[in-house]
């Protein structure tokens, strides 16, 4: 069992910058893909980035791309999502989620953390 605590959401204007966590409690995070995803109010859940558990590979939404940045300290056992030129459109609760396969697809994540909200005025 791997549990994963989000922090870092908070309210910001257009063009802002947030920086997310997800930490892993009990368990090293280095075993694992980690991925972060996002849910809208009245939207469905949707894959923002991940990254392989060395860090070499990683992916991001065509939303996001250029403007949000994935990547691990296993060191720290945590993961980050750098995220710049915030825009309204980004404004969800943001999950972090941990499998040991490589992939993007949420279905195929074992672990979730409870989120943590990120809201971007304009």
């Known amino acids: 069992q791997v549990q994963l605590v989000e922090s870092g959401g908070g309210l910001v204007q257009a063009g802002g910058s947030l920086r997310l966590s997800c930490a892993a409690s009990e368990r090293t995070l280095s075993s694992y893909t980690v991925g972060w995803f996002r849910q809208a109010p009245g939207k469905e859940r949707e894959f923002v980035a991940t990254?392989?558990?060395?860090?070499?590979?990683?992916h991001y939404s065509d939303s996001v791309k250029g403007r949000f940045t994935i990547s691990r300290d296993n060191a720290k056992n945590v993961v980050y999502l750098q995220m710049a030129s915030l825009k309204p459109e980004d404004t969800a609760e943001y999950f972090c989620?941990?499998?040991?396969?490589?992939?993007?697809?949420?279905?195929?994540?074992?672990?979730w953390g409870q989120g943590t909200q990120v809201t971007v005025s304009s």
């Open positions: 990254i392989s558990r060395t860090g070499i590979t990683t």
């Open positions: 989620a941990a499998t040991v396969r490589y992939t993007y697809y949420s279905i195929e994540y074992e672990y």
